[in-house]
């Protein structure tokens, strides 16, 4: 699986990405706006590529999806779309390294993947989460077309999350 923009490739994660993960998944933004998920040590980033990334891939056909620089080769994000539990439908999902926010790779790697797997797959709806006062990933999220419903709490969960939802016309 490889997607192309005029500035990204995108592409499934390895374990070679193991450093990547653990940088991205300790940054203060992925944190705050998506949750602490443990991940201290490469060990721990390792393990959370082969317990949450591959095993998407292989049930659902879809999952994470590492997004480089096309001309460097640089991973700068991740962007993708998640079956997450309590939640009813397939979550569209995006997070990208400090460094790399503010130019418009989100929008561009999002896009390209709602597209990419709008063609592989029979969806009727995509969903979105958010903390309801992330502004920045809600903007994204109406740029994308998505359109907000309700607050919601996932199961085991003590957080408010907006639900945004992107409804698929019948010819894609």
């Known amino acids: 699986m490889k997607i192309t923009t005029d500035r990204l490739l995108i592409t499934r994660f390895t374990l070679e990405d193991t450093p990547f993960v653990f940088e991205l998944l300790n940054t203060p933004a992925w944190i705050q706006n998506i949750g602490d998920r443990g991940v201290r040590t490469l060990e721990d980033a390792r393990s959370y590529i082969?317990?949450?990334?591959?095993?998407?891939?292989e049930k659902d056909g879809f999952g994470?999806?590492?997004?480089?620089?096309?001309?460097?080769?640089?991973?700068?994000?991740?962007?993708?779309?998640?079956?997450?539990?309590?939640?009813?439908?397939?979550?569209?999902?995006?997070?990208?390294?400090?460094?790399?926010?503010?130019?418009?790779?989100?929008?561009?790697?999002?896009?390209?993947?709602?597209?990419?797997?709008?063609?592989?797959h029979d969806f009727e709806k995509i969903l979105a989460i958010t903390l309801p006062a992330n502004q920045r990933s809600i903007?994204?999220?109406?740029?994308?077309?998505?359109?907000?419903?309700?607050?919601?709490?996932?199961?085991?969960?003590?957080v408010d999350l907006a639900l945004y939802v992107l409804k698929i016309s019948p010819s894609g």
């Open 50 to 57: 082969i317990e949450k990334y591959f095993p998407s891939y």
């Open 64 to 120: 994470a999806y590492k997004v480089m620089l096309k001309d460097s080769g640089v991973t700068i994000g991740m962007t993708g779309f998640f079956s997450r539990e309590g939640l009813g439908g397939i979550d569209a999902g995006f997070a990208f390294l400090p460094d790399y926010e503010g130019f418009g790779y989100a929008y561009e790697s999002t896009r390209a993947v709602l597209d990419y797997e709008l063609e592989r």
């Open 139 to 158: 903007n994204l999220l109406e740029r994308l077309d998505f359109v907000y419903d309700k607050i919601i709490r996932l199961p085991n969960d003590d």
